[in-house]
């Protein structure tokens, strides 16, 4: 039976990360009751709109997660008339992963018995670096020791699952101060880590810093796209090492501790997304892959009760998805698999793209039905999920 994930977006962050470009920022509290009503709203109304739309949407809810955004700022009472709409919403079940994303130095202790309290499984941390300077340049509010002794109360609160975010390419990173962060991430016995290479986006301060050629972020620091390939490198053996292994380009976890939400992305099993700049897929009465979401804009989002663009995806962007958000994971794509949700000629129109990538050492087979990216594939993702789009059109 095909089970739910919730995503609620909380977008309010203490200050703003130089790097960040979400539609995260820091606004004032008096907008946080508003923002929780209009979720709670949002929580009520969606099964209505959904039948509007001919959707469909299980009734279990296996997974839960709270993205930001630092949805710990949000206070032990939101939280609860949070869970308490969720849990009257939809059926949670006892077993369901319900994950929080934390910035180290940030969680009262008030606001972690709420969590405990309130059936949250798995914390996961933004820290970033556990070298003090590159959290500090950067912005993040905390140090190593901060960060340590909040996965530490986190256990301690009977909170067991603990993930932990790290970025390769911060400004001033060597590759001694990134074997540091990895080696104390590997000592903390998380089960789950998370490793971002930096991607420096026009609208984050230090992109802006970057255009204009200033000093103040240090975005002249920031390492060469070879370098940053080099740390996410060794990143990848570093944590097989300590083991975490790699299940995506992205994830790295001890066994059966992968993001059980995340991994619904990248399967393409539904869930619903709630709250400013959050997306949703569900299917259709005809089994097509149906996509929505909200606006970026918080004001717009307090005002404007709509979803945007509910749209059945036609079969072949549906084909496209399945590939690029495939081969995201190690597991890979299964042809068998494609074969029966599409068809063997639409498969079969793939099957150069795939062989080109094979001759250029990104792709490689392996079980004779599997498809995987290798290590430079994964390197290069970018490059080659855009060889899976604009193929032919699907039968
Ligand atoms: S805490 Fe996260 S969401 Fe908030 S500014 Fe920093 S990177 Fe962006």
Same mark, same amino acid.
């Given at each position: ?26 606004? &004032?509290? $008096?907008?946080?009751?508003? %923002? ?5 709203? =949002? ?29 710990? #700022? ?57 070298? =003090? ?45 990134? %074997? ?13 880590? $998370? ?27 920031? &390492? ?34 992968? $993001?059980?939400?995340?991994?619904? %992305? ?37 005002? =404007? ?23 995201? #994971? ?14 063997? $000629? ?32 994964? #390197? ?11 193929? &032919?059109?699907?039968?």
């Amino acid at each position: 039976m095909e089970m739910l994930g919730l995503y609620l977006s909380v977008p309010f962050c203490r200050s703003k990360c130089t790097y960040c470009n979400f539609a995260s920022n820091v606004f &004032p509290a $008096s907008y946080h009751d508003r %923002y929780i009503s209009r979720i709670e709203n =949002d929580l009520s109304s969606i099964r209505k709109r959904a039948k509007q739309w001919g959707a469909i949407l299980p009734q279990a809810v296996d997974s839960i997660y709270f993205g930001g955004g630092t949805p710990s #700022l949000l206070s032990p009472a939101q939280f609860r008339r949070l869970f308490t709409t969720v849990r009257r919403e939809f059926a949670v079940l006892p077993t369901a992963e319900v994950t929080v994303e934390c910035a180290p130095g940030q969680i009262e202790p008030a606001v972690l018995e709420a969590l405990a309290e309130c059936g949250v499984t798995r914390v996961s941390f933004g820290v970033q670096s556990f070298v =003090d300077s590159e959290a500090k340049a950067i912005g993040r509010l905390h140090n190593r020791a901060v960060a340590l002794e909040d996965i530490r109360r986190v256990q301690a609160a009977g909170i067991g699952d603990v993930s932990v975010d790290l970025i390769a390419g911060l400004p001033g990173q060597t590759l001694d101060s990134w %074997y540091e962060s990895l080696g104390v991430l590997a000592d903390s016995g998380v089960d789950h880590a $998370s490793i971002y290479m930096l991607e420096v986006d026009d609208e984050s301060r230090l992109g802006r810093e970057l255009l204009v050629n200033g000093g103040r972020y240090r975005a002249k620091e920031v &390492p060469d796209d070879d370098r940053i390939a080099e740390f996410y490198t060794e990143a990848v053996a570093s944590l097989a090492g300590h083991g975490l292994a790699q299940y995506e380009i992205s994830n790295f976890s001890r066994t059966d501790c992968e $993001s059980r939400h995340n991994l619904k %992305y990248w399967r393409r099993q539904p869930y619903l997304g709630f709250g400013l700049d959050a997306h949703s897929m569900v299917r259709t009465h005809s089994g097509a892959a149906m996509r929505f979401g909200t606006t970026d804009d918080l004001d717009a989002y307090l005002k =404007d009760p709509g979803w945007v663009d509910p749209r059945p995806l036609d079969r072949e962007e549906e084909m496209e998805e399945a590939w690029f958000l495939g081969l995201r #994971l190690n597991e890979g794509v299964s042809l068998g698999a494609l074969r029966q949700e599409f068809s063997a $000629s639409a498969v079969r129109d793939f099957l150069s793209t795939i062989a080109e990538l094979e001759d250029e050492g990104l792709a490689a087979f392996f079980d004779g039905d599997r498809v995987t990216l290798t290590p430079r594939g994964r #390197l290069l993702s970018n490059e080659v999920f855009g060889r899976f789009l604009a193929e &032919p059109a699907v039968a």
